[in-house]
């Protein structure tokens, strides 16, 4: 009796050990396949949107901080999702974008899910760009952008 009372508790705390593993991990948000288009006074930023975790994550903001040979400067920015409305191709700001356990979203504009960031301001002074997502978790994903080839326009 004492022997699988042993055996018993045994089993709940590795229950409990595991619970506490998995769950405990939350989630591990990360970005690959970073590119960006700039205009002259907007740029979109795209990208995959990977979690690793066992829980749901969202990005619920971004901060967008422009380098070049002017200095830096923190710009405007905010996540959005390409929309088509009466056959028109239309561009719409978002509170979130989320991405569940083991998923990835393809923050690719109309070429992914819709989603992307856009930045707006005189970017032409600018040559790379500091991107923080800010996740719902409380974690924060930092990456740089570059534009994509040399005299890139896109803008919306």
């Known amino acids: 009796?004492?022997?699988?009372?042993?055996?018993?508790?045994a089993v709940l705390v590795?229950?409990?050990?595991?619970?506490?593993?998995?769950?405990?991990?939350?989630?591990?948000?990360?970005?690959?396949?970073?590119?960006?288009?700039?205009?002259?006074?907007?740029?979109?930023?795209?990208?995959?949107?990977?979690?690793?975790?066992?829980?749901?994550?969202c990005v619920v903001g971004v901060e967008v901080l422009g380098e070049g040979h002017m200095g830096e400067e923190v710009l405007l920015a905010e996540l959005h999702r390409t929309v088509m409305e009466d056959n028109v191709m239309k561009m719409v700001k978002v509170?979130?974008?989320c991405v569940e356990p083991f998923s990835t979203v393809k923050m690719r504009g109309a070429e992914g899910e819709g989603y992307h960031v856009m930045v707006f301001g005189e970017l032409e002074h600018f040559d790379s760009f500091h991107v923080h997502l800010k996740m719902e978790s409380g974690k924060v994903i930092?990456?740089?952008?570059?534009?994509?080839g040399a005299g890139s326009q896109h803008t919306h």
Do not use: C, W
């Not at 009796?1 to 018993?8: D, F, P, R």
């Not at 998995?22 to 930023?45: C, H, Q």
């Not at 930092?142 to 994509?148: K, L, R």
């Open 95 to 97: 509170d979130k974008v």
């Open 14 to 57: 590795a229950a409990a050990v595991a619970f506490a593993v998995v769950f405990g991990v939350g989630s591990l948000p990360e970005v690959s396949d970073i590119s960006m288009r700039k205009g002259t006074n907007s740029a979109g930023i795209f990208f995959d949107l990977h979690n690793r975790g066992f829980l749901r994550d």
């Open 142 to 148: 930092h990456f740089y952008a570059q534009p994509t």
């Open 1 to 9: 009796m004492v022997k699988a009372l042993y055996i018993g508790v």
